[in-house]
């Protein structure tokens, strides 16, 4: 099983600034099949990133996705105040089990 | 566009069953397998499973297994997640979850809203 480890737990940033989130896998995901969602308090979460660098429909471009192998970082290039909240790693290479990052929580400063 | 609704919240006893479902709507419903994850209050996302409603096949977390059953109903666009001898680790927000292909390992684009299933005595 490829165990992701997402740093940092928590980031605090204020709008306007720059977020860098990290994925780490315990062994090199395949074919780059990494994955970044959002997800919002009571809501389910949204994928942003797919292929590790491909954004999904309708995702703003101040979202990037970059890495390869074991090593994954997801960019928010200028932080808008609805970019605050959780954000997961996913990845889907190698299966059963697709697995998930534990968890980055943005949160405003 | 493509919706999956699911049923609605459950209140079960540990030791019980609990079934939910899944509704898909806005495509051809065997074009693509459903996924069912899992998250328990205020934690992570947990796979569970996957199952192609073109052929039936599963593929299951090996945690779960032997407690976990996908079905789908094809002429219903429906699918089900079974959870059998429900304990308390089980509570959690229950989704199901769609990709852009008819593979297990896929990136999940459309989701359900989520199904609390509480279990409690």
């Known amino acids: 099983e490829i165990v992701l480890t997402q740093s940092p737990g928590t980031l605090s940033l204020s709008p306007g600034e720059r977020a860098t989130l990290s994925c780490r896998a315990s062994?090199?995901?395949?074919?780059?099949?990494l994955a970044w969602y959002q997800q919002k308090p009571g809501q389910a979460p949204r994928v942003l990133i797919y292929?590790?660098?491909s954004r999904a429909t309708g995702i703003p471009d101040r979202f990037s996705g970059s890495g390869s192998g074991t090593d994954f970082t997801l960019t928010i290039s200028r932080l808008e105040p609805e970019d605050f909240a959780v954000y997961y790693c996913?990845?889907?290479?190698?299966?059963?089990?697709?697995?998930f990052g534990q968890g980055t929580r943005l949160e405003i400063k | 566009q493509v919706q999956l609704v699911q049923s609605g919240t459950e209140v079960m006893k540990p030791g019980a069953s609990v079934k939910v479902s899944c509704k898909a709507s806005?495509?051809?419903?065997?074009?693509?397998?459903i996924t069912w994850v899992r998250q328990a209050p205020g934690q992570g996302l947990e796979w569970m499973g996957w199952?192609?409603?073109?052929?039936?096949?599963?593929k299951y977390a090996q945690k779960l297994q032997g407690r976990v059953t996908l079905t789908t109903d094809t002429s219903t666009s429906t699918a089900y997640m079974e959870v059998r001898s429900l304990i308390s680790d089980d509570t959690a927000v229950y989704y199901c979850?769609?990709?852009?292909?008819?593979?297990?390992?896929?990136?999940?684009?459309?989701w359900g809203q989520g199904t609390l299933v509480t279990v409690s005595s």
């Open positions: 292929g590790a660098s």
């Open positions: 062994q090199s995901v395949s074919s780059s099949y």
């Open positions: 199952i192609s409603a073109y052929s039936g096949n599963t």
């Open positions: 979850a769609r990709g852009a292909r008819d593979s297990a390992g896929s990136a999940y684009w459309w």
């Open positions: 996913q990845q889907y290479g190698s299966s059963p089990p697709i697995t």
């Open positions: 806005g495509y051809t419903f065997t074009t693509y397998g």
